[in-house]
């Protein structure tokens, strides 16, 4: 088969190469769509020690396809079922499965390979976290399941509750899902951002109730202080950027009594510092959320399939696999949120 194959940063590589051979339990799936991720760009960069484990490696985890061919054991799919899959499955047997702590589950391991014309799915993943598609749910919508997956964790997570005043900053394709999420549960909405077309999905996709342009407001902690009820500060601040002076500025938006979610995940390494005072005379939680589980895989579909959140307004444009390259650098400067892969491009149909 073709795909794009991970070889280190900076070097990535559209080749053929062999189609694994499936073990018990597994199943081989045609990819139909496959989306970029911000992970995937953070991993393009400078390389990623829990996706990559060697070298070379799959690329890319965001997906959706067709059964090509089941191992002989398997019987809860067959040849031809249309399915999304998740890039991980929990074991249920260690410390933080027996706890229902699934996304912390000490032999989770991340599936790869997704800018390829096939993949194989683990045993677990097929048994705990494939899903069959509804009949009239398209494969471009589909591949948003993990990623949605996420977002609907953290937010329930979290407790977003209705009348909420809720602050995203970073709103990437994570954030301004954040950002839609919470609209949905009911908060009041604002957001901040520099990206002009990032700024207008706010508005068309997650229909937030301010949007906040920094390149001329150069005082997010401020304008959310007056977007809130109270003038005192949000109830909760979302980070989706994932630098420590973001994560140092967010904390300061929020009220005595809020809650700060940390979702952008830093550079290994990285520390940050917070006023003590603030923190615990304020009465301030301070969260963050990792990954997702089964539950918040199968209401990411939900949502996707009920039309309540639009994901394909998302999609900056659809390319083949062997533009993946390409793709990752639009995204280092900042000219797009996802582009949606598709190994056979002979299908033109309209999203």
């Not at 070298?55 to 059964?67: D, N, W």
């Not at 937030?208 to 920094?214: F, K, P, R």
Request: hydrophobic letters at 40%; aromatic letters at 8%; a neutral charge.
């Amino acid at each position: 088969m073709k795909a794009v194959l991970f070889y280190g940063p900076q070097d990535i590589r559209y080749e053929e190469t062999r189609i694994k051979p499936l073990e018990k339990g597994e199943i081989l799936v045609k990819i139909e769509a496959a989306l970029t991720c911000g992970t995937d760009v953070k991993t393009f960069r400078r390389g990623h020690p829990v996706l990559i484990k060697k070298i070379p490696s799959g690329f890319g985890h965001e997906f959706s396809g067709t059964v090509a061919k089941v191992a002989d054991d398997v019987i809860e799919f067959k040849v031809g079922d249309r399915v999304v899959a998740a890039n991980s499955a929990p074991c249920g047997e260690c410390f933080f499965c027996k706890r229902g702590e699934y996304n912390l589950c000490e032999n989770l391991d991340l599936l790869n390979g997704a800018y390829a014309e096939y993949i194989v799915l683990p045993a677990r993943i097929v048994k705990k976290n494939t899903l069959i598609l509804p009949p009239d749910l398209s494969f471009e919508k589909a591949a948003f399941c993990e990623p949605l997956a996420n977002v609907v964790h953290g937010a329930n997570r979290v407790g977003i509750k209705p009348e909420q005043t809720v602050g995203v900053i970073g709103i990437g394709p994570i954030g301004l899902m954040f950002a839609r999420v919470a609209k949905l549960m009911g908060a009041r909405v604002i957001v901040a951002g520099r990206n002009p077309m990032k700024l207008k999905l706010a508005e068309e996709f997650a229909h937030v109730d301010e949007v906040v342009d920094l390149k001329k407001y150069s005082n997010p902690e401020k304008i959310f202080k007056d977007f809130s009820d109270s003038q005192k500060g949000l109830d909760l601040a979302i980070e989706c950027v994932g630098l420590p002076e973001i994560w140092e500025l967010v904390f300061s938006c929020v009220r005595p009594g809020g809650t700060v979610l940390f979702f952008g995940g830093c550079k290994a390494g990285t520390k940050v510092s917070f006023e003590t005072t603030k923190m615990h005379y304020g009465d301030i939680k301070m969260m963050s959320v990792f990954h997702h589980t089964p539950k918040y895989f199968r209401e990411a579909l939900e949502l996707i399939a009920s039309g309540k959140i639009e994901v394909e307004k998302l999609i900056t444009e659809t390319l083949p696999l062997e533009k993946v390259e390409y793709a990752m650098q639009q995204h280092i400067e900042g000219n797009a949120i996802k582009f949606l892969i598709k190994p056979d491009l002979s299908d033109k149909k309209v999203l």
